[in-house]
Every structure is written in C-alpha cells, then in structure tokens.
C-alpha cells in the first residue's frame, strides 16, 4: 500500500478495473439514517458497494455506550465478505461529505487487521466533477474475510476515567467544533461541554475550503502546533461517538505523526455516568 492513506479520483478511476478492488460508498446522514442508502441507490461510483454507519460500522447502542459502539468483529467481518472483500483486497472507501464516514470504514477495516484501505479524497463530489456516476445493481461475489482485531488501537473509558487527574499525559484531542467542545452548544447529545484536561483539534481543520484534504506539508504544520518535532508522541483521538475522531487518526498519519488511540466511546459515552466530571458548562 502507498505510504498515504489517500487516493485522488483521477488514481481511482485509473485503478476501477481491477478485480481486486472494492470501492465501499459510506455516506450517511446523523440526522436521516436512510439517506445514505438511498443516495447510493439513487447513483454512486460504478462499481461500488455500500456500508452503512448505524447497521454496519456500529453495533447497537446500549444505556453505558456511546452513540457509536464498535460492530462485533464477526458480523462486520461476515459483512466484508458478501461485500466481495477479502484480505488480498484493495478497498477505497468515500462518502458524500467532508470524509468523516469514510475514515470511520477506514478505521474499522484498519482494527479489523486489513490495512489495504485508502480514503478517496474529496469524496463523490471530487469523483463527480470528472467522471460518471452509476445507478447499476452491484452484485459482488463473496470471499472469505478474516479479522483479526487490533485492540491495542482502542481506549476506553475506564483507562480515561483512572487518569483523568493527570489527563495532559494522555494528550486527549477532541475532534468536535469548538463551539460543542467549550458547550457552548450541543445538538446532539444531552450534556454540552469537554472531558477536562482534553484539547479541542476540530477535524474540519484537516480540510480545504472544496473537501479535499490539505497536503502532507500542510498538515504536519498543523500536527507540530500540537506535539511540536516529536513524531511519536502517544495520544489519543476522540469526538462525539467515535467517528469523526477517525480524522484526527489519518491526517495525524498523513503528516508522518504517530497513529493513536481512539476512544471510540469519546463523549456520547463518557456523559452516561453523571459522575464523571464535566468541563466547559
């Protein structure tokens, strides 16, 4: 795989022959859950299948979870295989927006022990401008994936709860806008405000103004505000459920940063025990 974990619309359109490639469209919408399938229904990049963020890359919320949970291993794996990919299979995920649910799949596959997996830059909109889009049915032929999880890649709760008097050490960056991360509005989940001791590094900073991701250069500009020349610094990404987190996880790669951990439970999960303490109220 190339040393980016991105791929331009022109490399995929180059690449869409090849029988050992899988695009995976991912678009989802927090406010309509069936959207994203229908989009995909409607048109998406030929050759394409789809995952869907609820269903696919989450299992079901609980009363102690964040709104995101990861999917069991085996049923996102059985789902991998009737999708036609296997562990020789080279995936490009996209969505329709600022990649957040593409770098959710990316990072799931990635757990899952398969890191043949690139982000298409830009999303269908960037495909769009110089290329066709499909309505065809895609009916893949399955093939046997086999996961092989990564749980050094996650941080839980407990871990954040246990250091939370020293929470600087964990360098626990928050991915929400800045308005949700200081509370000072929250519409999606029902407490506002931050972790303590957490830093605010939105996600939308990894982007141009037209979608595509900012280049290498760029982004290391941005990682060394953060952990200055050193590029292995531990840390760990999280946000709201554990998605949009997964932005922090490539572009901090992109720049040549070491990949942290995701608390993939991140807010949503932390504000079901109202003993947890609370900044930014």
Same mark, same amino acid.
């Given at each position: 795989?190339?040393?980016?974990?991105?791929?331009?619309?022109?490399?995929?359109?180059?690449?869409?022959?090849?029988?050992?490639?899988?695009?995976?469209?991912?678009?989802?919408?927090?406010?309509?859950?069936?959207?994203?399938?229908?989009?995909?229904?409607?048109?998406?990049?030929?050759?394409?299948?789809?995952?869907?963020?609820?269903?696919?890359?989450?299992?079901?919320?609980?009363?102690?979870?964040?709104?995101?949970?990861?999917?069991?291993?085996?049923?996102?794996?059985?789902?991998?295989? /009737?999708?036609?990919?296997?562990?020789?299979?080279?995936?490009?995920?996209?969505?329709?927006?600022?990649?957040?649910?593409?770098?959710?799949?990316?990072?799931?596959?990635?757990?899952?022990?398969?890191?043949?997996?690139?982000?298409?830059?830009? +999303?269908?909109?960037?495909?769009?401008?110089?290329?066709?889009?499909?309505?065809?049915?895609?009916?893949?032929?399955?093939?046997?994936?086999?996961?092989?999880?990564?749980?050094?890649?996650?941080?839980?709760?407990?871990?954040?709860?246990?250091?939370?008097?020293?929470?600087?050490?964990?360098?626990?960056?928050?991915?929400?806008?800045?308005?949700?991360?200081?509370?000072?509005?929250?519409?999606?989940?029902?407490?506002?405000?931050?972790?303590? +001791?957490?830093?605010?590094?939105?996600?939308?900073?990894?982007?141009?103004?037209?979608?595509?991701?900012?280049?290498?250069?760029?982004?290391?500009?941005?990682?060394?505000?953060?952990?200055?020349?050193?590029?292995?610094?531990?840390?760990?990404?999280?946000? +709201?459920?554990?998605?949009?987190?997964?932005?922090?996880?490539?572009?901090?790669?992109?720049? +040549?940063?070491?990949?942290?951990?995701?608390?993939?439970?991140?807010?949503?999960?932390?504000?079901?025990?109202?003993?947890?303490?609370?900044?930014? /109220?």
């Amino acid at each position: 795989m190339a040393a980016t974990q991105l791929v331009s619309a022109e490399e995929l359109n180059f690449s869409s022959a090849d029988e050992n490639l899988r695009i995976v469209d991912c678009r989802f919408d927090l406010s309509d859950a069936d959207a994203g399938r229908r989009s995909y229904d409607e048109k998406h990049i030929p050759g394409a299948v789809f995952l869907d963020l609820d269903r696919d890359l989450a299992s079901a919320s609980t009363a102690s979870s964040g709104r995101h949970p990861l999917p069991e291993p085996t049923t996102i794996a059985e789902t991998l295989c /009737q999708l036609g990919i296997d562990s020789e299979t080279a995936v490009v995920v996209y969505d329709g927006g600022n990649g957040s649910m593409a770098v959710r799949a990316w990072w799931i596959l990635r757990w899952l022990g398969h890191t043949n997996v690139r982000v298409l830059d830009g +999303g269908i909109a960037a495909w769009s401008e110089a290329f066709e889009l499909s309505s065809e049915a895609v009916m893949p032929v399955s093939r046997s994936f086999l996961a092989v999880v990564r749980p050094e890649m996650v941080v839980t709760t407990e871990e954040i709860n246990v250091a939370i008097d020293d929470i600087g050490a964990l360098n626990l960056l928050d991915a929400r806008d800045p308005a949700r991360f200081h509370g000072e509005v929250e519409p999606i989940d029902r407490v506002a405000g931050h972790i303590p +001791g957490a830093r605010n590094r939105p996600f939308l900073d990894n982007l141009n103004a037209d979608g595509r991701w900012k280049s290498a250069q760029q982004l290391l500009e941005l990682w060394r505000k953060e952990f200055g020349e050193d590029t292995r610094t531990p840390w760990i990404a999280m946000c +709201g459920s554990g998605v949009t987190a997964c932005h922090l996880v490539l572009s901090a790669m992109e720049a +040549g940063y070491r990949e942290p951990r995701l608390y993939v439970g991140s807010w949503s999960e932390w504000i079901t025990d109202s003993s947890r303490p609370i900044a930014g /109220q």
